[in-house]
């Protein structure tokens, strides 16, 4: 891997900011991005585009959208010893939060904080039963007292956020780091968008980021009918099951979301990314998923837009550490550019209007 993509990489998924408070990542994603397009947008909950446009008035409008959000907490409330009460911003499953690093972002200063956890001598006394729950994992950020965390400006509504090394695993093919889930889109698109800068493509071609994501897909929908794109593909992470079952393999390619519970793939659009993967010799693989992306927001909007989620497989998303492949991150970019080159007005009129 080049090294000006492997700080890339590491830049995007170290940069902090849940759903609600993406505005680290898109001051640095504004930044990368302005020089590679013609004109960047932005919407009003802070969704982030950069368009190529075309000579032609009437090519089609192909848009690639990511999500800057990641997981995270809020704080809901303040102890009288000092610890915070959160609420999760986005899925969690609470036996990977305690006991790790965060951030706690107040109004103008960020500070170190602690999830709670519970000592193995206090379970052997039985004091701990039953499965943790979100709302019992406690965030201590040193605070003696409810008084003195006001001291420090914590105030209910501040954001929590992981606190992670993005690290290169020892094969020197897989990558430890939070948030691939989705600083993957948005790396991809940064890297594609300089792939494709002397290129005459046969579109206006719009690339970028949507905000709020993780907590219902609020960002897409201003986005989509703001930039008003004839096809829309998410490019997203997408939990990895492969130490179990066959769902979703490390280093077997790029993923193609042929079905969800919010999204059933448009059958031309999913013959035309088939055929153009298998004659660009890219690796692909099917997947049928149990959670949503921004396909499901984006593809009911305005007069309807064929839309799916393409992307990559990741172990443990939604964590601390996310295990993932830098061959699928590969293939990914490999297919979104071949598809920004090839989609002209004659395939795109076919896969929205062919019988």
Do not use: C
């Not at 071609?205 to 096809?231: C, F, H, S």
């Not at 993923?255 to 890219?282: C, N, Q, S, W, Y």
Request: proline content about 5%.
């Amino acid at each position: 891997m080049e090294e000006k993509i492997w700080n890339r990489i590491v830049k995007y998924t170290e940069l902090q900011g849940t759903s609600g408070q993406e505005h680290q990542i898109r001051q640095a994603f504004r930044e990368d991005l302005s020089p590679l397009v013609d004109e960047v947008v932005q919407n009003g909950l802070g969704g982030l585009y950069g368009i190529k446009h075309n000579q032609d008035a009437h090519a089609p409008r192909i848009m690639f959208g990511a999500h800057m959000d990641e997981v995270g907490f809020v704080v809901t409330q303040i102890t009288s010893r000092g610890m915070l009460v959160v609420a999760p911003v986005g899925g969690w499953n609470p036996y990977t939060v305690s006991a790790e690093r965060f951030t706690l972002f107040t109004r103008n200063n960020q500070y170190p904080v602690v999830s709670s956890s519970v000592s193995p001598h206090l379970l052997r006394q039985g004091n701990v039963s039953g499965a943790p729950q979100i709302q019992d994992i406690l965030f201590d950020g040193g605070f003696s007292s409810k008084d003195e965390a006001e001291s420090f400006n914590v105030r209910p509504g501040d954001f929590i956020v992981p606190k992670v090394s993005t690290t290169m695993l020892a094969t020197g093919k897989r990558v430890a780091s939070k948030s691939w889930d989705n600083r993957f889109g948005l790396v991809t698109i940064l890297n594609a968008l300089e792939n494709l800068q002397n290129e005459t493509l046969p579109n206006t071609l719009i690339m970028g980021a949507n905000t709020q994501e993780e907590v219902g897909l609020r960002g897409v929908g201003p986005a989509v009918n703001q930039l008003k794109p004839d096809i829309f593909f998410a490019l997203d992470s997408s939990a990895a099951d492969d130490t179990i079952s066959a769902q979703g393999q490390m280093d077997q390619g790029a993923l193609l979301r042929v079905f969800d519970p919010g999204v059933i793939m448009p059958l031309r659009l999913k013959e035309f990314v088939l055929d153009t993967a298998f004659d660009a010799h890219i690796p692909l693989q099917y997947f049928v998923a149990k959670g949503g992306t921004d396909a499901h927001g984006a593809q009911s909007q305005n007069n309807g837009i064929p839309s799916v989620a393409l992307g990559v497989a990741s172990r443990y998303i939604h964590t601390h550490q996310t295990v993932w492949s830098i061959a699928d991150f590969q293939a990914a970019q490999a297919l979104v550019e071949t598809l920004a080159q090839k989609l002209d007005a004659s395939i795109v009129n076919d896969i929205i209007y062919g019988d």
